[in-house]
């Protein structure tokens, strides 16, 4: 039997790589059309590496910025596992290796991880049909943004740990997922929301989909009598507390990832609303219109899956829409991308169309991920 589920592991393994190297090698073909096209000689690394990449590169290399340097732009918002774990294949790697390419190995062992799990995870979810088992991993490579998962960026670490979050929050290994939303929230902040998709999946486990006010009350009273699942609960937020204990001893102010954003952003709408009705008029800037309209369709996204019953995914890609919503627009689709849980309700949708539409949609979604990769290279800031 262990042998059975090793070797459909296995095969498992070898068919994501096979998308994987595909997806890579689109990128690879792409630096060569850029370079034709805009008559550059630029490097695959150089183009992959742009704006934050270059921030996370200067971590691993220095550390933070000490507070005594007038630099106002001071990389605290930059949250700390992602450059730790960089760093610790560098020093093991003697340092012999380019700080961008140890980075890009890092974030691309972290989504084929990603990819493997969420295929797994799928299946023990719904009844997956072999047609559809590749779909999530063309997603997670080759979805528009996702090209951020092959750079010196967060997104694939954080998909990761969301991945693996859910794999253990629906085997109802609570602690496991615990810890696992602990490292995203070490990875970045909207982790933490995570401890959402917690309670309501361990509320839907003790006592159905149905709320009530009893089923409200007798949950709370289960949930007192199982010191196991609260400290699940509890540990959720624990890597963005110890970062913030870090930046209280560095820099003498716990919130300093939140407080140094001033730097990149200065705009004060009314939150959520006033933010994406500003956007999707044009009132803010024009290259942010597309992105008010893009944040409205994946919250349609979000509703859709509350529909399909995928409650605690959408719980928590709601929250985490609404929490950069709370002040622009800026990064919400590569944010959107990071956090997984969207591709999941495209997922959903794919399976549910026939063979030639699903067809035609994913040809579309990798059409628009070469062209913003164009864009990507072209450091076109509007993608941001």
């Not at 934050?52 to 930059?78: C, E, L, R, S």
């Not at 590569?334 to 997984?340: D, H, I, L, N, S």
């Not at 591709?343 to 959903?348: A, K, L, Q, R």
């Not at 794919?350 to 991920?369: G, S």
Request: charged residues 15%.
């Amino acid at each position: 039997m262990n042998r059975l589920k090793n070797n459909e592991n296995c095969r498992l393994l070898l068919k994501i790589l096979i998308i994987f190297a595909i997806s890579r090698l689109i990128m690879l073909i792409m630096v060569p059309v850029y370079n034709g096209i805009m008559g550059t000689h630029r490097s695959f690394l150089f183009l992959m590496n742009e704006w934050d990449a270059k921030k996370y590169a200067y971590i691993i290399n220095h550390g933070y910025t000490h507070p005594t340097d007038i630099d106002p732009q001071a990389n605290w918002a930059f949250f700390p596992l992602y450059v730790i774990v960089c760093a610790a294949l560098k020093a093991v790697t003697g340092g012999l290796i380019n700080t961008y390419v140890i980075g890009m190995i890092v974030s691309n062992i972290c989504i084929i991880i990603a990819a493997f799990f969420a295929v797994k995870g799928l299946k023990k979810q719904t009844s997956i049909k072999e047609e559809y088992t590749m779909i999530m991993p063309v997603l997670l490579f080759m979805a528009p943004y996702t090209f951020y998962c092959s750079s010196v960026y967060t997104e694939a670490m954080f998909i990761m740990f969301i991945v693996l979050f859910f794999y253990f929050l629906f085997e109802k290994k609570y602690m496991a997922a615990g810890i696992m939303a602990a490292c995203s929230s070490g990875t970045r902040i909207v982790g933490c929301i995570l401890v959402f998709a917690l309670v309501v999946q361990l509320y839907i486990d003790m006592e159905g989909t149905k709320i009530s006010f009893g089923r409200v009350k007798t949950f709370v009273m289960n949930m007192l009598k199982a010191p196991k699942k609260i400290l699940s609960v509890l540990v959720c937020p624990l890597g963005a507390f110890a970062y913030m204990a870090f930046l209280n001893f560095f820099c003498g102010d716990a919130w300093a990832y939140k407080n140094v954003q001033i730097a990149w952003r200065e705009d004060e709408y009314f939150p959520i609303i006033g933010v994406l009705w500003k956007a999707c008029t044009g009132q803010i800037e024009p290259r942010y219109t597309y992105m008010g309209w893009f944040c409205i369709a994946i919250l349609i996204l979000y509703g859709y899956m509350f529909y399909r019953k995928y409650y605690s995914m959408a719980v928590f890609g709601i929250i985490s829409l609404l929490v950069p919503l709370t002040s622009h627009v800026m990064s919400t689709c590569r944010f959107t991308a990071g956090t997984y849980v969207a591709f999941v309700g495209v997922y959903d949708i794919l399976t549910r169309c026939n063979k030639a539409v699903r067809y035609i949609i994913m040809a579309v979604l990798i059409a628009i991920e070469i062209y913003l990769l164009f864009l990507w290279y072209n450091s076109d800031c509007w993608l941001m």
